[in-house]
């Protein structure tokens, strides 16, 4: 099993993980940065050497303080040489503007990083999605895929914009300010280590617990933006059923879940930000109780005392600032697994490596012994033994779940059979150059989806150098025409979201124009004239007879007037075909076709 499937459809809302599955997921999360990081090494290089000659430059400071007081200050005072005193004040506010202004400047490379990686990251999602088979999209709900895109990149990007800088920074501080602790005092500085055994114990507490804390924050907000986007999408029938009261109760129960999950994570912070302010006190105090004692021995200058002190509380000023991190590094983990497992998804049905061309198709297609079960499961399509040849136009009838669907999008190659092989004019679809296939066949679905943009830019989806005249040489053949001419604009006309300017019948004949243009070989209609009322229907009808003459057809239609045009009719049951004729040999047969036509034909009395 790979990572991916750990993390997969299965597996995307659960919060725990075995030892084994949790390394898995660690592995691909930083496959994934890595790979990420790797090409932008100058950058990042630039910006370490920036933040460390920046750290280095105010970590200085104190030092410089204890040598004003204890040599610089008594040396005005008491011989009158002002000099060094100026010197430490000179390079005091000289490290110190370096300082401020290499802070500023590494603000800028962090951005650039920054940004660098989030467009990255959001580009290989996109294109890795449009690249996943249909067995994904069909498994996974579009919710979660805009979770991947928004939330979880957004908590990514919460943590390199801000999170890290502060990590960085309190790495470099600590580490620059232990480092001239020691050289101005070792005493002091052991204290600070000594210090450190229990910080590292609060530390990695909070490490575990927010680790669980987190990922469940955001399995919990997938399911939160699942709910939302659903109850959204499918708002009509949300309100023709009142589902109202129903969906609110479980949006309820969702958002208090999430609640209770943030709260969870608040609880540690309230153990934690007290920790570390309690150890950051007890350090100064010992350190402060100690260097007094040994000032009034006079085996310590008081501006080191001073300078110690300031170590101290530098220190452990940052490690507020780690904690932070921690808050959003946990959360970030939680959705960078999510990203990495969506992005380690193989597509179901692979390009070949090897491509056979077939730059111009005559439209034969040939089942042989295929077989097919959705995602390994029940047998759905079993032992099909099927030749349509050229130009020929075939209908499929049958009950709901006869497999009609599914012998479709075996052909439009949305799935690979489970064995036996679909072919076209005698190549195999899974060796046949993707560009030529989907050039070669289309298929229009009952579902006519329309993108944001004019009329004429839908029609044109298939060929978007497609002329105007052969645009509406398209549209005139369906019969769309006349109402995209009534339309505000025309071809020009704004479809707005998902088509909503127009009615589902005028999206369905806008598809067949876009179908049309692309002028497939095999043409596949899917339950498409269900949204067309009968006018617009009869005029599909006429233009179907004349555009599906030489060019292979399957049609799925329960209508059966749709039927009618078809060469050749195949009767389906439980994933077989159990009648194959013309639609009058099958009606003089008196079998099931006949029964169907018997039905609505008496429907239409």
Known sequence: MSPASV???????????????????????????????????????????????????????????????????????????????????????????????????????????????????????FRHTQRLSLEFHEGYTSGRIIARQTSDLESIQELLDGSLNELIDAIL????TLIMLFLIDWRSGLILLGMGIPLVILM?????????????????????????????????????????????????????????????????????????????????????????????????????????????????????????????????????????????????????????????????????????????GRTVLADCDLVIPAGQTVALVGTTGAGKSTLAKLVARFYDPTTGVVSLDGVDLRELDPADLRRAIVMVTQEAYLFSGTVADNIALGRPDASAEEIRAAARAVGADAFIEALPDGYDTDVNKRGGRVSAGQRQLISFARAFLADPRVLILDEATASLDLPSERLVQDALQRLLADRTAIIIAHRLSTVAIADRVLVMEHGRVVEDGSPAELIAAGGRYAALNAGWEASQA
């Open 204 to 376: 990695r507490w909070f490490v575990v617990e927010s680790q669980k804390g987190f990922r469940a924050t955001r399995v919990v907000s997938a399911r939160l933006i699942v709910q939302f986007v659903e109850t959204m999408t499918g708002i009509r029938a949300v309100q023709a059923f009142r589902r109202e009261p129903r969906n609110r109760k479980e949006f309820g129960t969702v958002a208090e879940n999430y609640r209770q999950a943030n709260l969870r994570v608040f609880r540690l912070f309230g153990v934690l930000d007290p920790g570390l302010i309690l150890l950051a006190n007890v350090t100064i105090g010992v350190v402060l109780l100690w260097g007094a004692l040994r000032v009034a021995d006079g085996a310590l200058a008081i501006g080191v005392l001073l300078a110690a002190v300031l170590y101290v509380r530098n220190f452990f000023g940052p490690i507020e600032e780690v904690a932070m991190f921690l808050n959003s590094y946990q959360s970030a983990t939680a959705a960078l697994e999510k990203v990495s497992g969506v992005l380690e998804e193989d597509p179901t049905v692979r390009d070949p490596e090897a491509p056979t061309p077939l730059p111009a198709a005559r439209g034969e297609l040939e089942f042989d012994g295929v077989s097919f079960g959705y995602g390994g």
């Open 7 to 125: 993390h997969g459809t299965s597996g995307e809302d659960r919060d725990q993980y075995t030892r084994e599955e949790s390394r898995a997921i660690r592995r691909r999360s930083l496959r994934l940065l890595g790979s990420i990081l790797r090409p932008l090494k100058g950058l990042i290089a630039l910006t370490a050497i920036v933040i460390v000659i920046s750290t280095a430059a105010r970590a200085v400071g104190p030092t410089l303080i204890a040598f004003g007081i204890d040599e610089a200050l008594p040396r005005a005072v008491n011989d009158g040489d002002w000099m060094p005193a100026v010197g430490i004040g000179l390079a005091f506010l000289v490290t110190g503007t370096l300082g401020s202004l290499l802070v500023g400047w590494y603000i800028v490379l962090i951005a650039r990083l920054t940004q660098a990686v989030m467009m990255e990251l959001r580009i290989r999602i």
């Open 173 to 176: 501080i600590g580490s620059f």
